[in-house]
């Protein structure tokens, strides 16, 4: 029981020692309703890139339908920790013509933009 007892506080410290982050899934970088896909939308995974010192995130739309859709979609940027850089983008309307594909893009002057998702819905 002693064992137990002088155990504790250890344990609990070594609880409070890791790097404080949010975890985020890398690899869920576009996040979808449903009717988005079954629409005929088929989106890249965002990739960043600096223009003019700020970050720039893009994803390409492909709409394999014959007919054009029209979507919303939003980009949210996290730091390294993976907090939500503010202010958040306001919501953006595009439509993708038939079987063809468009480049949907976000820019961020924030220095700590690390990483990027999009958010797709009708």
């Given at each position: 029981?002693?064992?137990?007892?002088?155990?504790?506080?250890?344990?609990?410290?070594?609880?409070?020692?890791?790097?404080?982050?949010?975890?985020?899934?890398?690899?869920?970088?576009?996040?979808?309703?449903?009717?988005?896909?079954t629409?005929?939308?088929?989106?890249?995974s965002?990739?960043?890139?600096?223009?003019?010192?700020?970050?720039?995130?893009?994803?390409?739309l492909?709409?394999?339908?014959?007919?054009?859709?029209?979507?919303?979609?939003?980009?949210?940027?996290?730091?390294?920790?993976?907090?939500?850089?503010?202010?958040?983008?306001?919501?953006?309307?595009?439509?993708?013509?038939?079987?063809?594909?468009?480049?949907?893009?976000?820019l961020?002057?924030?220095?700590?933009?690390?990483?990027?998702?999009?958010?797709?819905?009708?």
């Amino acid at each position: 029981m002693r064992f137990l007892m002088a155990l504790l506080p250890v344990v609990l410290l070594m609880g409070c020692s890791s790097d404080p982050h949010i975890a985020l899934n890398n690899q869920q970088t576009v996040i979808m309703e449903s009717p988005v896909l079954t629409a005929g939308i088929i989106p890249s995974s965002p990739s960043i890139s600096e223009v003019g010192g700020r970050k720039q995130a893009s994803s390409v739309l492909s709409n394999s339908q014959p007919h054009a859709v029209t979507l919303h979609y939003r980009f949210y940027w996290y730091d390294k920790q993976g907090l939500d850089l503010l202010p958040i983008a306001e919501a953006r309307t595009i439509t993708v013509p038939a079987n063809s594909e468009l480049t949907i893009s976000s820019l961020n002057g924030n220095l700590d933009a690390y990483r990027v998702r999009v958010y797709l819905y009708l």
